[in-house]
């Protein structure tokens, strides 16, 4: 555990944010990776079937993400404060509602899935891939919830290393585990993308043993056998109050990304694809900013518990630095090798040609993200959350989609009118979550 309420702010922003840019960096990688074992072993089909599940995957975990994101805020503040007995309370409490809300949330979602495709134009030649490897996905829905609910709560106390150590373990395992399961080697049968699918079920399953066990004999306050398993009103209120804006956040977000997918598959698979390989490289591009942004939530947190408010400039300050040293890098990078990138994950001409265009246009953004998740995450350490469920829905719902239609339907632009929209809708966020940060209103939002 480390408290981020005195020292040196650069050292502990470094030393804090770097295993979980490093852990984001590997899931990224992991999920190229995967994108290239389903494209190059089943074919750019397949992929476009695992592209269109995994928005809808997302919208779906909304309500985990929230009360997810809410725990960490809510275990820095208290952990900050000292007050040993509210982070207990928190922990038994936030688990509990993690564990009851993702059964009821996997039952539902398996049983409507097949409709939840239809909603979203998925093409029928894809749709039978996409329907087996959404729902096995979701049956091992609590495995990744409760993988997720320990490193927010480490991310909390201030951990970012074990974190980082359980992610590369489930990282390789599904390296490994999900081309062999693809293919079929030995005793082990050919399942197709239904072998994606367990690979990535069956890894989390591993690391969330391994690393349970693991962090019990480190962390007293992790040890489910020593909590008193008990509902506390008070604090699930506070979780849900705290958690549903969270929740309808990532909502929106995720129903923004349904209208796009649902644009984009009026285009034909390989456009989908196109899609699909395009927010991988995404989610490897912008994943250092998001995570230097969810290490100032901690950081910020921690000091508005223990009242040091004086210290959160200088963390943002860093942050905006470094955020963007590393965005520059990656913008240049995809850039430059953009035809090889495209190439890694399918043959097909067409496919890599408007690969390279997505990178081309989407690229832009990453700058843009590297300055947004910046003062989001001062923002939301303070646990101002309903202002940025406001920005958020102006940003993705008001703007985005509605210029992504116009674009691709009203101008000779077509799919690239959908890229353009991309970072547009991001320039939005950035410039509403700056302006909201300079008014100053986030530092009377403490919650505990």
């Not at 040196?8 to 944010?17: D, E, H, T, V």
């Not at 399953?205 to 008990?230: E, M, P, S």
């Not at 000091?303 to 520059?328: M, Q, Y």
Request: charged share 10%; net charge positive; proline share 3%.
């Amino acid at each position: 555990m480390r408290d981020f309420t005195k020292g040196n702010i650069l050292k502990s922003l470094i030393l804090f944010s770097l295993p979980i840019i490093i852990g984001d960096i590997l899931q990224g990688i992991y999920t190229i990776v995967d994108a290239v074992w389903v494209g190059r072993l089943i074919g750019y089909e397949a992929l476009a079937a695992v592209s269109a599940s995994t928005p809808l995957i997302f919208f779906l975990l909304s309500l985990i993400i929230g009360i997810n994101a809410s725990t960490n805020i809510l275990v820095a503040q208290s952990f900050g404060a000292k007050n040993n007995d509210l982070l207990s309370k928190v922990l038994t409490n936030s688990f509990l509602t993690v564990g009851v809300s993702c059964v009821f949330i996997s039952c539902i979602s398996i049983i409507f899935a097949r409709n939840l495709l239809k909603i979203i134009n998925t093409p029928v030649s894809i749709m039978e891939d996409a329907y087996i490897y959404l729902i096995i996905i979701l049956g091992g829905l609590i495995l990744q919830a409760a993988y997720y609910w320990f490193s927010v709560v480490l991310r909390g106390l201030g951990n970012s290393k074990t974190p980082l150590i359980l992610l590369c373990m489930s990282v390789v395992l599904n390296i490994v585990i999900t081309p062999l399961l693809i293919v079929g080697v030995g005793p082990l049968p050919e399942l197709g993308i239904a072998g994606s699918a367990l690979g990535t079920v069956i890894s989390t399953l591993i690391t969330t043993v391994i690393g349970y066990i693991y962090l019990i004999r480190k962390n007293q306050f992790l040890d489910i056998a020593n909590w008193h398993l008990k509902f506390d009103k008070q604090i699930i209120k506070k979780i849900f109050s705290l958690g549903i804006p969270i929740s309808f956040q990532m909502f929106i977000k995720s129903l923004s990304a349904l209208l796009l997918v649902a644009l984009v598959n009026t285009f034909g698979p390989a456009v989908i694809a196109t899609y699909g390989i395009g927010i991988r490289l995404d989610m490897f591009a912008f994943m250092p900013a998001l995570s230097i942004g969810i290490a100032v939530s901690s950081m910020v947190a921690q000091n508005l518990g223990a009242r040091r408010i004086e210290r959160v400039p200088t963390i943002l300050k860093w942050a905006l630095l470094f955020s963007l040293c590393i965005a520059g890098i990656v913008f240049a990078f995809l850039n430059i090798f953009s035809h090889r990138i495209a190439a890694l994950f399918t043959q097909n001409p067409e496919v890599v040609v408007n690969t390279i265009r997505y990178i081309s246009i989407v690229s832009f953004g990453y700058i843009l993200f590297a300055i947004m998740f910046s003062f989001h995450g001062v923002i939301r350490g303070a646990g101002d959350i309903k202002i940025q469920l406001l920005f958020t829905f102006i940003s993705l719902i008001v703007f985005r989609i509605p210029f992504a239609y116009f674009l691709a339907n009203h101008t000779m632009l077509k799919e690239a009118g959908i890229w353009i929209a991309i970072p547009a809708g991001v320039f939005v966020a950035t410039v509403l979550n700056l302006v909201y940060y300079l008014s100053g209103r986030w530092k009377h939002k403490m919650l505990l």
